[in-house]
């Protein structure tokens, strides 16, 4: 079984550029979740989606960041204009279930490392 | 409000020797726990979780975790550990939150095994 795949793996950019992270779940599950891992900090939830629609988007700094699941399958993550503290590792991981992934083992990509200079 | 706690931020440990990775958390309802490993470069990868019943949780690569509901922690344990076993560990605690499940994670553990 293929995992959650991520692209691209390291992004450098200057702040107020923008930048696109995408990810591709494990095939037939339901909910999708984007992390934001700063260094030294425990990932951190931006947004979580059951199929395409949003179950939560409360941490997601919505002036700068967007995301989108299309056809409920795999999501992108942008950020717009980029600042110097959203220089951080990027995950997407998804649960087969639509409990909320409350119970559900969630399965991680390898991450996007980001650094804004 | 809850929140995740692991004290240790690094752990140091020669190989064959045991380990206790601990982790403490604040809810006031019913919750369920995680430990998770991250190997360099890598994403995230579950060790074993609990959801209810035994408190005495067994997950992969021979570690185990104890719920103690009173003490509102979850160490994670392992009775002689190897130099693979060098990685970050977190601990996350989901439950149920303004009607939705929030699912949180600690600051992590980073568990150096030395030869």
């Known amino acids: 079984e293929a995992g959650v795949a991520q692209s691209p793996r390291y992004k450098i950019i200057e702040k107020r550029q923008s930048v696109a992270f995408w990810c591709n779940p494990i095939?037939?599950?339901?909910?999708l979740y984007w992390y934001q891992q700063i260094l030294g900090q425990g990932p951190k939830l931006l947004i979580q989606?059951?199929?395409?629609?949003?179950?939560?988007d409360s941490q997601l700094p919505k002036d700068r960041f967007s995301a989108e699941r299309l056809k409920g399958v795999d999501s992108t993550l942008k950020i717009q204009p980029a600042k110097l503290e959203d220089s951080a590792v990027y995950l997407c991981?998804?649960?087969?279930?639509?409990?909320?992934?409350?119970?559900?083992?969630?399965?991680f990509g390898p991450g996007t490392r980001l650094l804004v200079l | 409000a809850q929140s995740v706690t692991q004290l240790d931020s690094q752990v140091p440990v020669f190989e064959e020797a045991p380990v206790e990775l601990r982790c403490n958390y604040s809810?006031?309802?019913?919750?369920?726990l995680f430990w998770y490993v991250q190997y360099p470069n890598q994403g995230l990868q579950l060790l074993l979780k609990?959801?209810?019943?035994?408190?005495l949780v067994k997950g992969i690569n021979g570690f185990e975790a104890e719920f103690n509901k009173s003490q509102t922690s979850f160490h994670l344990r392992k009775p002689s550990v190897h130099i693979s076993d060098t990685a970050e560990y977190f601990c996350?605690?989901?439950?149920?939150?303004?009607?939705?499940?929030?699912?949180?994670f600690g600051t992590g553990t980073r568990l150096k095994v030395l030869a």
């Open positions: 991981a998804s649960s087969y279930g639509t409990s909320g992934g409350a119970r559900e083992t969630q399965y």
């Open positions: 095939s037939g599950h339901a909910t």
């Open positions: 989606f059951q199929n395409n629609g949003v179950v939560d």
């Open positions: 809810s006031s309802v019913s919750v369920y």
């Open positions: 609990y959801l209810s019943g035994s408190t």
């Open positions: 996350a605690v989901s439950d149920l939150t303004s009607g939705t499940y929030k699912y949180i």
